[in-house]
């Protein structure tokens, strides 16, 4: 008769895994083959049950205590610091030792690139790591602007330049300054439409453009890229390992330089984001992930919604995420369009700038033809 004990260690260790994470405690405690098998580093049966208590945003007294216990590798703290929200790390989880660049990784991978702005030489990634989490919860929950008094974007132009800015974080409205761009392009007259690009833990990055059927010299071949990265499968429920699109016609965005600029048509590999790593509702970006959150593509053959393209300038703008910001308003449809913007939890914003953008949609940095800070055309 086989028994558990006399199955492979990596057999175990899948079973285990299986588990809820209370339960798995109190099984490594069973016997001392069990407790071998989950204080293993390799075999590491304690992730799965890490991840599905984190994607449940449902916080148990054994994820709590989890950092006490000698049989839990600690690079699960990474995923976990990474994951969980900022009032969990903060306030009710007991934090664990870990090293110096491990919470430099969890740094990386919670936080946007032009966020370590608030970091200091002298300060352990530790310390800076606590310190822009409580900036995030504190303004998640309050209008305080202090710590950071002008909110930078970005807009992406249709000629290809694309013009890092900046508003009064205080009174920063997106739809209004989009508006202005609107009516400098001549299209106030035409709907604004709201995208979710990608959602991470303590932000989400939204895009407001406008889509028409006006003629091939308006279209704004960066803002279509930006949301549909070439090599992207939409339709799968599974991201495509490592694709090669060698990019000649881009359904109705031909890639010719009849707009005025040069666009690259090269092989484009992609690869998961993980630096900051998305929320789980965007785990597989920038490919698509299904369960009805990853709304980029409205298109069909590369047309947008009956048959209009995206034209004008595009701003991109990052949202940052509070303990509200999925509450149901009573716009529909649900999370797309105004309803990303309006309601509970959905007014206060973080500077987004270049190494956030080029961290989100590396396939466009080479697309953009000039980076200007600032308003203008560039010298």
């Not at 709590?64 to 994951?83: C, D, F, G």
Request: with cysteine; net charge neutral.
């Amino acid at each position: 008769m086989t028994t558990l004990d006399s199955l492979p260690v990596e057999l175990i260790a899948d079973i285990l895994s299986e588990l809820d994470l209370e339960t798995l405690v109190h099984v490594s405690q069973l016997s001392r083959r069990f407790n071998v098998v989950v204080s293993d580093p390799a075999l590491n049966p304690w992730r799965r049950p890490i991840l599905r208590e984190l994607d449940s945003g449902k916080y148990h007294k054994a994820l709590r205590n989890l950092s006490v216990r000698q049989t839990v590798p600690r690079h699960n703290w990474i995923e976990i610091l990474s994951l969980a929200s900022p009032s969990f790390i903060l306030f009710d989880t007991t934090l664990p030792n870990l090293k110096a660049e491990e919470w430099r990784e969890c740094f990386s991978r919670r936080f946007l690139p032009s966020w370590r702005r608030w970091t200091r030489q002298d300060t352990s990634w530790k310390a800076a790591f606590l310190k822009v989490l409580h900036r995030v919860w504190h303004r998640t929950r309050t209008s305080c602007t202090v710590d950071e008094a002008w909110t930078k974007y970005i807009v992406l132009h249709r000629k290809g330049h694309a013009n890092l800015l900046e508003a009064s974080t205080r009174n920063f409205n997106p739809i209004t300054i989009f508006n202005q761009l609107k009516l400098q392009s001549n299209l106030i007259h035409v709907e604004t439409r709201i995208r979710l690009v990608v959602e991470l833990m303590d932000v989400r990055v939204i895009a407001f453009g406008t889509l028409n059927t006006r003629s091939p010299l308006t279209m704004n071949l960066n803002a279509h890229t930006f949301l549909h990265p070439p090599g992207a499968d939409n339709l799968g429920d599974q991201p495509v390992a490592e694709s090669n699109y060698s990019i000649a016609d881009y359904g109705a965005y031909p890639l010719a330089q009849s707009s005025g600029y040069h666009h690259s048509s090269g092989a484009l590999n992609l690869t998961q984001m993980t630096h900051p790593h998305p929320a789980s509702s965007h785990k597989h970006y920038p490919w698509y992930t299904p369960g009805g959150f990853d709304k980029r593509w409205l298109e069909s053959d590369g047309v947008e919604e009956e048959g209009r393209k995206w034209v004008g300038s595009m701003m991109i703008v990052a949202q940052l995420r509070g303990p509200r910001t999925h509450e149901p308003s009573q716009i529909e449809p649900p999370l797309q369009d105004l309803d990303l913007i309006t309601g509970p939890g959905r007014h206060q914003y973080a500077s987004f700038v270049w190494n956030d953008l080029w961290a989100i949609a590396p396939w466009l940095e080479e697309r953009v033809t000039r980076k200007i800070d600032g308003q203008g055309l560039g010298n």
